[in-house]
């Protein structure tokens, strides 16, 4: 547990800088959220300097003048902090697109036979991913601890919607293979921990290529009567922010229990609570696509969706968005309506990592770009809750 692990894209932590409290910790301020948010950016948040310099004499102390971390909680906080800037990057392309300040289109209107308030959602899932980034890097850099930093890998091309800004990106979300097996997991009362698998709401979204994003202004559609081929972009745009933070809503619920620190357990409690607000949300509002079927001629793939409100079995049945009580810890102990999997082996750390590479999130990215993330991973899930220290 005491060795370190010294990715090369972590910001070096022995870069001089003053170790005044008030600049490891920003004073809040007042300002509107949008605008806030707006404002940090990913970006912002990776060229803050680093972390103070470090004396031998004072090792066991952080910049904040309080305890180190152990080994365990800062590996678990940088595959977070990782995490969040996965997520950050996939949800700014869809603000660009789909967001409260993005140009009407068909593909918002897709979006918006959702919910109405989906654009708003959109963009405030962003900004929230954008301030875990955030939050996770400042919090590692107070403690001395070195920051994650995956700005070289941004270099995946972006939609080319005129719109969008042509600037690289860590995720591909053009060539997706969605899992929805989420949706009827949550309706089961049947618990991945104990073995359990489940189909998948959505089965031709789990098969082939899709895009969650229009490639090109064509696809862009007509807001006032958006077609089957824009909406079934939107649709699989729904279910996918559903797949994404159920996978952030197990995650923390699995790092949680190897964690030391009871700061850094606050840290993953309440990220992880927004997480779970965040799949919350998104399984209320992808019941609502409606049937169709839509070809794509760009991936040469096929998706069929139907209408989840009435009708169907309960594993299916749009409206049961309150998780369904399951087997929880032992057989023996009864049913429990809670967030699952939370186990070893599921969605932990490299749970977490392989389940976004098959949803072909990181497609086209380089090897050492996976070997990174790998690194991270192994090392939050080798992470051991110390105790009686
Ligand atoms: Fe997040
Ligand atoms: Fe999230």
């Known amino acids: 547990m005491k060795s370190e692990i010294k990715p090369t894209v972590i910001n070096e932590r022995d870069s001089a800088e003053s170790s005044n409290p008030s600049q490891e910790f920003p004073q809040p301020r007042r300002l509107a959220r949008r605008?806030?948010?707006?404002?940090?950016?990913?970006?912002?948040?990776?060229?803050?300097?680093?972390?103070?310099?470090?004396?031998?004499?004072?090792?066991?102390?952080?910049?904040n003048g309080r305890q180190r971390l152990n080994a365990g909680d800062v590996a678990i906080l940088q595959l977070l902090a990782a995490a969040e800037l996965i997520e950050a990057d996939l949800w700014q392309q869809y603000k660009e697109l789909g967001g409260v300040d993005s140009p009407e289109s068909g593909y918002r209107a897709g979006l918006e036979i959702l919910d109405g308030d989906q654009p708003q959602y959109i963009s405030d899932n962003t900004d929230d991913e954008l301030s875990h980034a955030a939050f996770l890097n400042a919090y590692l850099r107070s403690k001395g601890e070195r920051q994650v930093d995956l700005r070289q890998f941004a270099n995946l091309p972006p939609s080319q919607v005129s719109f969008v800004p042509q600037t690289g990106r860590l995720t591909?979300?053009?060539?997706?293979?969605?899992?929805?097996?989420?949706?009827?997991?949550?309706?089961?009362?049947?618990?991945?921990?104990?073995?359990?698998?489940?189909?998948?709401?959505?089965?031709?979204?789990?098969i082939g290529l899709h895009t969650a994003i229009p490639r090109n202004d064509d696809e862009l559609g007509d807001p006032n009567n958006p077609s089957d081929h824009v909406?079934?972009?939107?649709?699989?745009?729904g279910f996918h922010f559903g797949y994404?933070?159920?996978?952030?809503?197990?995650?923390?619920?699995?790092?949680?229990?190897?964690?030391?620190?009871?700061?850094?357990?606050?840290?993953?409690?309440?990220?992880?609570?927004?997480?779970?607000?965040?799949?919350?949300?998104?399984?209320?509002?992808?019941?609502?696509?409606?049937?169709?079927?839509?070809?794509?001629?760009?991936?040469?793939?096929?998706?069929t969706?139907?209408?989840?409100?009435?009708?169907?079995?309960?594993?299916?049945?749009?409206?049961?968005?309150?998780p369904e009580p399951c087997e929880f810890i032992s057989?023996?102990?009864?049913?429990?309506?809670?967030i699952r999997p939370s186990g070893p082996g599921q969605l932990d750390a490299r749970g977490a990592i392989n389940s976004f590479i098959a949803d072909g999130l990181f497609r086209g990215q380089p090897p050492q770009f996976f070997q990174l993330l790998n690194s991270l991973a192994s090392a939050a899930d080798a992470a051991e809750r110390e105790v009686g220290d």
Request: aromatic share 8%.
């Open 331 to 338: 057989r023996n102990l009864p049913p429990c309506a809670i």
């Open 231 to 237: 909406k079934a972009i939107a649709f699989t745009a």
């Open 35 to 63: 605008s806030f948010l707006r404002n940090l950016g990913m970006g912002a948040a990776l060229l803050a300097p680093g972390a103070a310099l470090l004396g031998s004499a004072s090792k066991a102390l952080a910049a």
């Open 305 to 322: 969706f139907i209408d989840l409100t009435t009708g169907q079995p309960e594993t299916l049945q749009a409206n049961l968005i309150m």
């Open 172 to 206: 591909n979300l053009k060539q997706l293979t969605v899992d929805t097996s989420w949706w009827t997991r949550y309706r089961s009362t049947t618990n991945p921990d104990f073995g359990a698998t489940f189909p998948n709401a959505v089965p031709s979204l789990n």
């Open 244 to 303: 994404i933070e159920q996978g952030g809503t197990s995650l923390y619920a699995t790092l949680a229990q190897k964690v030391t620190s009871l700061e850094v357990l606050r840290i993953l409690l309440s990220i992880g609570g927004s997480e779970i607000m965040h799949f919350q949300t998104w399984q209320d509002k992808a019941g609502n696509a409606t049937s169709l079927t839509d070809v794509d001629p760009i991936n040469n793939s096929t998706v």
